[in-house]
């Protein structure tokens, strides 16, 4: 089938293999919740690959349990080890492309996608050279909140969307989030795999800005739904400019503002200087107001900026090792 654009299209009718990669590490109650609703989907996914990151809390022995491992639908990779969600996507989506699939859904262990979110993706006519994206919302008591706040692209004002229905039905935007990510095999072989050594946060920013110079436009697909813990966001206007901020555990923080440098370095030019590393700098104050730990999140920032400067990637601060679903606050406003 062919859009006007002259591009490759896929619907329902079109035989697309549709892959969906998972990366995993300790939270197996979550895992299998996301496992659930990825098998009933309406327009059923194709394949689904866990990528367990070295997980200590019995995370194969009880998806043999409840037979997920001898489902042929399911390929199971444990890597041994924790290479964080760059690492572990790197490795998944690699494996996936030995499926040959049309297209790649990237998802995170405490998704769960509606039962109809692959199929309102596939109704509209998906270029191969774009991104796609499900919305991900967390529920309040009335109004749907985007986990991640979207950044548009042809919006002059309200550029932010903080809410589910605020949404065009097809909204163009600045990134998508590894949560829902739908992209499709050719432009994956064309701009490469995720970059392993950002460990995690701001590996999709890259991504996503790698895309758009290969010539991609992102979207998010607002009747796509996928649903996902809200974690509260405090939101800021700083010279005119929105700043938001989510508290994170201190080995978490050095890799949002060590990523957040190297993307900036990489494709926003002077931007580095006067709005990614003041931003970090402003986060860090926040975090004497927020955080219990406020000196070590400071500090894990200002390591951040020196190795995102000089370039340095890889693993330097392990996440704490926990078995216990993470507790996320509720934001019903």
């Known amino acids: 089938m062919q859009s006007e654009a002259g591009g490759q299209t896929s619907n329902l009718l079109d035989p697309a293999v549709v892959a969906a990669v998972v990366v995993t590490y300790n939270r197996s109650k979550l895992l299998v919740d996301c496992l659930d609703h990825l098998l009933k989907q309406s327009r059923p996914v194709d394949r689904i690959i866990v990528v367990d990151n070295g997980s200590t809390d019995g995370t194969c022995e009880i998806l ?32 996936a492309l030995n499926e040959k699939p049309d297209w790649i859904w990237v998802m995170d262990d405490d998704a769960n996608p509606d039962g109809y979110a692959l199929q309102r993706i596939l109704e509209n006519d998906v270029l191969q050279k774009n991104i796609y994206g499900s919305a991900a919302i967390g ?24 809410h589910h229905e605020e949404l065009n039905d097809i909204e163009e935007v600045e990134w998508i989030p590894f949560l829902g990510f739908f992209i499709h095999s ?33 979207y998010i697909v607002k009747s796509s739904i996928i649903y996902h813990p809200y974690q509260q966001t405090v939101s800021l206007n700083i010279l005119g400019r929105k700043v938001y901020y989510r508290s994170m555990p201190p080995w978490k923080a050095y890799y949002g503002a060590r990523n957040k440098v ?21 986060r860090s104050l926040l975090g004497f107001l927020y955080e219990p730990k406020c000196f070590s999140f400071f500090f894990a920032h200002i390591i951040g900026i020196y190795d995102g400067l000089r370039g340095n990637k890889g693993v330097r601060f392990m996440p704490e090792i926990t078995t216990s679903p993470p507790t996320h606050k509720t934001n019903d406003s």
């Open 64 to 95: 043999n349990q409840k037979g997920f491992l001898a489902n042929p639908v399911l390929d199971y990779l444990s890597l041994g080890k924790n290479y964080g969600n760059s690492g572990g996507l790197f490795r998944g989506i690699s494996h």
């Open 139 to 162: 529920s309040g008591k009335s109004i749907k909140k985007l986990c991640f706040p979207a950044k548009t692209v042809n919006r002059l004002k309200n550029k932010y969307i903080e």
């Open 186 to 218: 050719e432009m994956i072989r064309r701009i490469g795999l995720p970059d392993p050594d950002l460990f995690i946060l701001n590996d999709d920013v890259e991504y996503s800005e790698r895309a758009k110079k290969c010539g991609a436009n992102i």
């Open 262 to 282: 190297i993307v900036a370095k990489k494709y926003y030019g002077k931007l580095l200087w006067l709005q990614t590393i003041p931003g970090i700098f402003f």
